[in-house]
Structure formats: C-alpha cells, structure tokens
C-alpha cells in the first residue's frame, strides 16, 4: 500500500498503529508518516498529530539507521518534521517577523530569525532555545539572529522555506 | 588558521589577541563608522584566546595542536571537547559570519546595545571559561 497516493483525509489512520521499532516496522512508519506529508498540503490538521508523526518518525530515525533506500525520504520527512516543530515552538517568540528554513545537504537545519528590532537579551533567549532545541530533538540546527528592516529577504540565495 | 601559516604558539595567539583588541580601542576612538567590521576585529581577538586555550587544554586530550586549521575545526572541537565554551562561542562565531560576508541589510544588529552586550556579558563570558586557572585566582581580588 502506498498512502501517499491514497486519498483518504485522514491519514492519522496510519499513525495511529503501534509500531515496534525495526527495520520492517520503520519502513511501514516512514510510508505512513510520508503520507501525513501529503495530506498537510490540503488542509490536514497538522498540530492535532504532530507530536504522534513526530515520535513516530523519530524512532525510524533513531534505532533504523541505516534504511537503505527508505533513508532518504525518512530523512527528508524528519527534517520537514523538525521545522514545524521549530516553527510551531518559536511561533510566540517576541519580536520574531520571519523564519526561514534553508535547505541543507545533510539532516541539519539551518534558520535564519529575523526581528524587527534587536534585543540583545532576546537573542539570548532564542540561542536558550535553540540549545534546548537540540537537546529535546537530538539534531544539529545552526541559526542566525538578526535584524531585518522590511520585507522578506528574498535575495537570500538557496532553496528556503518561510515558516513563520 | 590557513592551512600554509605555521602553528602559533600560546604566547603568539595571546601577542595576536591583544593586537586585535588594541585596534578595535583605536576604531572605538576614531570617528571610523563600521560597526561589523569592528565586531569582526573584536571576534578574532577572541578566536586567538580560544585558540591559546584549546592549545592549553590539548595537552590532556587526543588532537594535534598543530592541526587546528580552519573555524571548522575549531568549532568541532569546541562542541566536541568543550561544549560549555561552544554554547557561548556559536552565537558570536555565526555573527562574525554574518558581519563578513552579510548584505548590508543584515549588518543591522551590529549597533550600540549589541556591542554593550558584547563586552559587558558576551565576552566576559566566554574569557571566564578559557581563562587560565591562575588568572581565576588573579580576578578574584
């Protein structure tokens, strides 16, 4: 079965499955989660199942390494995972307009953070968060805080999403 | 450091760091306005103290002194063997990033509250942790 092409709308039927972690398991958890991606494109209600995609996903990515050709796309998946979780946890970070994801060559993420004034002391409590960031996920994310006058930056070269 | 410069030592990273810091008193004196670039004066002042200090505390762990070549591997060996020192480190390091090859659009943090910041809190920080352990003493009274 393949359930990014089913059309269902509500693909948590594949999350809610108990999954033990191995190898047969992680690839049925990575189609699964692959196809909660699809379905976050039209209007799914990505919060509600977030944390459950999320722990999910992480146990492929933690105890099933390395998955061959599935690793890839559970990769990708984890990394699109994280920057919502990011996204979501940063949303009511004072003074914060815009975050950008910049793609990355391996699992790491990158996030531009662009405030409308800049406050030393709220850069140290989003540099707080990051380290805990990195903690609680177990990923490498390097950041960038800074200031940004108006508009979104979109001379910034390479492939990036706008979160926030 | 580039990969053809010979090693530095202690005292020449220490000789090297104070240079920085003498420039940066004569950019603060002039009436000379480029705020990132004076940061990035003040940043390889600190990179040279934790240079000196990665080559005190190397003796007692597996890597080459002669080997730290490029911010790279300064950096891994930060958030490998030093992780207290790299929390603090990172934020400034990706500033300097940003304050050599940014748009000028991205400069503007670089202004009066960040350089308070800096060497109020920042800085202070990170020389507490790589200070020498004889100099802890010295800074108590």
Known sequence: MNPASNPSSDPTVYLKKAVPVDRAAAVSISNAAAGATIAVGSAFPYADVLGDVWQRVEQVVRHSVPLGENMS????????????????????????????????????????????????DAEDRFWD???????????PVSAYYLEWEEGLPEHFSGPRRLLI | MPPNILPLTQQEHRAKAQRNRNLCDRLDASDIDFPEWRFVVRFYALMHEVDEFLKR??????????????????????????????????????DSVVARYGSVSMIRKFNRKYFRKLEEEWLPEIE??????????GSAG
């Open chain 2, 128 to 137: 507490d942790l790589i200070r020498p352990p004889a100099d802890n003493t």
């Open chain 1, 73 to 120: 796309e559970t990769a990708l998946l984890h990394k699109e995972h994280l920057e919502q979780a990011f996204a979501r946890e940063l949303r009511d970070h004072p003074g914060i307009v815009s975050l950008l994801s910049i793609d990355s060559d391996d699992d790491s993420l990158l996030f531009i953070v662009l405030v409308e004034e800049y406050d030393p």
């Open chain 2, 57 to 94: 505390s190397n003796n007692a762990v597996r890597h080459d002194p002669a080997r730290l070549r490029s911010h790279m591997e300064r950096n891994e060996r930060l958030r490998n063997d030093h992780p207290d020192v790299w929390k603090k480190y990172e934020p400034r390091y990706n």
């Open chain 1, 129 to 139: 968060f990051v380290h805990a960031f990195r903690e609680d996920y177990s990923v």
